[in-house]
């Protein structure tokens, strides 16, 4: 298909129609004007993100409602005043507290997700006194360098971004939030523009829109694989929490969309799951070990999912100290219900032997402090290419019996979440185990195919 009839056809299905962008707005006054209604020392309300800036996609009912305070106004007071507003303004709906750098309230009306998030009113940029203050901001500056038809760009961006599983600014993702892409775009001015220069971009890439550095004081003040300076704070990477491997897919997928132009890129279907019967041939060829634990009460999905990446990195990392090779590691989460880390290793049994290689004998001072460290060796102290060799017997030779000791531990020393979540039932899943998982939730079936099938889906296209 000719790629500008191509992105026609998404335009039409990823752009909002004139009527639900009215309801949307008409709604956000609506709360706003109970807000402003209501009593406390709050100045202003106001609607930020992409749907005040007509870049959202259709069928994103996500708003962003900032109760704003004075500027001198103390930090325990501004937190309990925000708070204070956001449950009155979701009195006889469902809500939850969140937390970014400090706590907001979010919760669903007549079908809205609405996020009540308290700022200080500060009178520019440099002065922000919370890390959310500065939003405002970016609503300034993108209602007025943003050029007319530019809106649409950004919808194709964001809505390629989500196709090929790289956008969200979640902690779930890890991926381009919605306001790196409109920069982008202010960038390169068109989604063909953006995804030609992404295709070519490089470790380090640094993009500064203000020209407040040059690529070399970029990379080296803030030292990451990709550079966003923010336009209204130039203290800021705006893509510092993109990770390395969201940023290579999206050069990957850049890449394969111009070799191969097609409309699937944008919309990403489900994997579909495998039947059981090839499920248990796979587990019964690969050594997988999965860890479940139970979702903590009172902790949101946001914050869970980056505590529980750590922690399977954690486990990971655990296994290689103590001489498991492990290939990859996976995450599913189950809000409410469960959490399950999965560890794909070489071998879930290793010898009981581990070799030591010890200091250069040159070194008279390291090589007795080595030697005094293993007394009574199984084998050695011997001299291979100029090193002192030890053979010593290991603790774990299985990874199950080794995960188990370390869950114990780690349930007195891991942060809230993933402490409260290894207090409850914790358990090393079995293969039948997790075949019966398999077999009942569906989420876990599109998981756990896209996992063990390994591939990108936008090499499928």
């Known amino acids: 298909m000719h790629m500008e009839k191509i992105l026609r056809k998404i335009l039409v299905k990823v752009t909002p129609t004139t009527s639900e962008t009215a309801r ?36 994103d009912h996500d708003l962003d409602i900032f109760v704003f305070y004075p500027e001198r106004m103390p930090r325990e007071e501004f937190e309990k005043e925000g708070l204070a507003i956001g449950m009155k303004v979701f009195r006889g709906h469902k809500w939850e507290k969140a937390y970014s ?12 997700k609405v996020e009540v998030i308290p700022a200080y009113r500060v009178t520019s940029a440099e002065n922000l006194k919370s890390a ?6 970016h609503n300034e500056y993108m209602k007025q360098h943003m050029q007319a038809g530019q809106e649409a760009e950004v919808r194709l961006l964001k809505q390629f971004m989500k196709g090929v599983k790289c956008y969200g600014a979640d902690l779930s993702a890890n991926s381009f939030p919605g306001y790196v892409a409109e920069l982008l775009i202010l960038k390169y001015g068109t989604f063909m523009a953006c995804i030609q220069a992404a295709s070519k971009w490089v470790r380090g890439e640094a993009i500064d829109i203000e020209g407040y550095y040059s690529a070399e004081e970029a990379r080296k003040k803030f030292g990451s694989h990709l550079i966003i300076v923010d336009p209204v704070d130039r203290e800021r990477n705006v893509a510092a929490a993109l990770s390395l491997n969201q940023y290579a897919r999206f050069i990957a997928a850049c890449r394969a969309f111009i070799a191969k132009p097609s409309a699937s890129f944008f919309f990403s279907n489900p994997h579909k799951p495998w039947p059981g019967t090839k499920l248990r041939k796979f587990l019964h060829e690969t050594e997988l070990v999965a860890v479940m634990l139970g979702y903590p009460k009172g902790i949101v ?13 954690k486990l990971a990392t655990i296994a290689q100290q103590n001489g498991f090779i492990v290939k990859r590691t996976g995450e599913w989460l189950e809000c409410g219900k469960h959490l399950l880390a999965i560890l794909e290793v070489e071998s879930v049994e290793i010898q009981k032997m581990k070799v030591i290689r010890g200091p250069e004998v040159f070194y008279a001072e390291h090589s007795e402090a080595f030697l005094r460290a293993h007394p009574k060796p199984l084998s050695g102290p011997r001299v291979e290419d ?11 030779t299985n990874l199950e019996a080794l995960l188990k000791s370390e869950l114990k ?8 979440g993933m402490r409260k979540a290894l207090r409850q039932k914790t358990r090393i899943m079995e293969e039948k185990d997790i075949v019966g998982l398999y077999r009942k939730n569906m989420e876990f079936q599109q998981s756990l195919t896209a996992y063990l099938k390994g591939r990108e889906e936008f090499l499928e296209n």
């Open 301 to 313: 999905e946001d914050v869970m999912w980056g505590q529980f990446r750590r922690f399977t990195k």
């Open 409 to 416: 531990k780690l349930s007195r020393i891991e942060r809230e």
């Open 24 to 59: 949307q707005h008409s709604f956000a006054e609506k709360i706003i004007d109970g807000i402003m209604g209501l009593p406390g020392k709050h100045v202003a309300a106001e609607m930020v993100g992409s749907n005040s800036r007509n870049t959202h996609l259709a069928g």
């Open 132 to 137: 959310v203050d500065r939003s405002v901001f």
């Open 386 to 396: 100029g090193r002192w060799v030890v053979e010593v017997e290991r603790e774990h």
């Open 101 to 112: 750098e400090h706590p907001y309230v979010r919760g669903t009306i007549e079908g809205f």
